[in-house]
């Protein structure tokens, strides 16, 4: 059974993935709108991983034994001056999410809630992942500059990401 302290903080990171969610959809609008359809194509793959790890606390709160609450989820920035500040801001957002998951392990240790504690390593690991592959896509942005002929090349080589659900995406 989730101590209440857990719940409340298991139930606020629900809300954070679903709303990691909804950033990346806006982003993907807004990789339509200036015709990178590749780019768009990486945001909804993005999309679809947050839906995946909101589902997966929701999952871990269930079988716990846990009330999910699902809170409003917040209204996400719709415009960005350049694919760079795109990523920048979604660079940012990932360390915050790290910041988060890491605060879920600091208060899952503190409860001697040894079982949440291990549930939170997948998504240490996957945070790493989530910086690496940000920081990848920044760095060739920061190359690039406002060259189209790489922005191009760039824009097909982010639209062959595919999503893909792994076996077990409840738990
Ligand atoms: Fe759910 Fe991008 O962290």
Excluded: C
Excluded at 88 to 105: F, G, M, R
Excluded at 107 to 116: G, N, R
């Amino acid at each position: 059974m989730l101590k209440k302290k857990m719940l409340k903080a298991l139930n606020d990171q629900i809300n954070a993935e679903m709303f990691s969610s909804y950033l990346y959809l806006s982003m993907e609008s807004y990789f339509q709108s200036i015709s990178l359809s590749g780019f768009a194509a990486w945001m909804r793959a993005q999309v679809q991983e947050e839906l995946m790890h909101g589902m997966k606390f929701y999952g871990f709160v269930n079988e716990r034994g846990g009330k999910v609450t699902l809170e409003a989820i917040a209204k996400p920035e719709s415009a960005w001056d350049s694919p760079l500040a795109a990523f920048l801001a979604i660079q940012k957002h990932e360390e915050h999410v790290t910041d988060l998951i890491n605060n879920l392990v600091d208060l899952a240790i503190s409860e001697k809630d040894h079982a949440t504690n291990n549930f939170l390593q997948w998504f240490v690991s996957e945070q790493v992942e989530e910086e690496a592959s940000v920081a990848e896509v920044v760095e060739k942005l920061k190359l690039i500059q406002d060259n189209p002929s790489g922005l191009f090349m760039m824009d097909a080589e982010l639209g062959k990401r595919v999503f893909t659900m792994p076996a077990t995406p409840a738990t």
